[in-house]
């Protein structure tokens, strides 16, 4: 079992839509949790950091769930910009983080 | 100096040649962290450097893989004898604590033909 899993998508979705994401993580352990931006053929970009109580940034809202060890990230009111790979990233020890393969993300029109 | 700088963006070789990488990190960053990078897949962590420290390598850093940091600023990452499953993205990022994530260069992409 992977580390940090993803559902690689796409997901393909309209202008103004509501999408989450989740991913999964396996090292109960881990206390640090974020959700990264890439774009294509770009270096991944710090999106946000997730916090035990969930946090929110604007249109997005990040959320951890211990328990199920998920983390998820919804996007509301997607905007043509925010297509993008959405990477997942858990620490695995104190000196790393790993990151998930990515979710893809296309909004249309 | 506002972001990870990295040098070269691109490169070309010949299999079976050596190819060295450049990172310098965020000036204030004590860590320092390079990635590796496939079509499709997330970065896969390949070595870990506190100052001049090397404190963590992945089994994927083979022997023709080593990677330094001489005075704790920058860091390079050689290559030997590259072969052609080395063609990849190499990301270098660099922060002041895991807890804050990472800031991660532009990145090296190798094509190794």
């Known amino acids: 079992r992977k580390e940090v899993e993803q559902d690689p998508g796409p997901f393909n979705v309209p202008e103004g839509a509501t999408v989450a994401f989740n991913c999964t993580y396996s090292n109960s352990a881990s206390q640090s949790f974020f959700w990264y931006r890439q774009d294509c053929r770009k270096e991944p970009k710090l999106l946000m950091s997730?916090?035990?109580s969930g946090n929110e940034d604007g249109r997005f809202t990040a959320q951890l769930n211990r328990a199920s060890q998920y983390i998820s990230l919804l996007i509301r009111d997607s905007k043509l910009s925010d297509s993008a790979t959405y990477l997942c990233a858990v620490d695995s020890s104190a000196s790393k983080i790993i990151f998930g393969s990515g979710t893809r993300l296309s909004i249309r029109p | 100096d506002t972001g990870v700088s990295q040098d070269p963006r691109h490169k070309i070789t010949k299999r079976g040649q050596n190819v060295t990488f450049r990172c310098d990190p965020i000036?204030?960053?004590?860590?320092l962290y390079w990635y590796r990078q496939t079509l499709g897949q997330g970065p896969e962590f390949l070595t870990y450097?506190?100052?001049?420290?090397?404190?963590?390598k992945s089994r994927l850093l083979s022997d023709r893989f080593s990677a330094e940091r001489p005075k704790g600023s920058f860091s390079t990452l050689e290559i030997q004898r590259t072969e052609q499953g080395d063609s990849a993205m190499y990301l270098c990022a660099s922060s002041e604590s895991p807890n804050i994530g990472y800031t991660f260069g532009s990145g090296t992409r190798l094509t190794v033909v």
């Open positions: 000036s204030e960053h004590n860590r």
């Open positions: 997730v916090y035990s």
């Open positions: 450097f506190q100052n001049e420290a090397q404190l963590e």
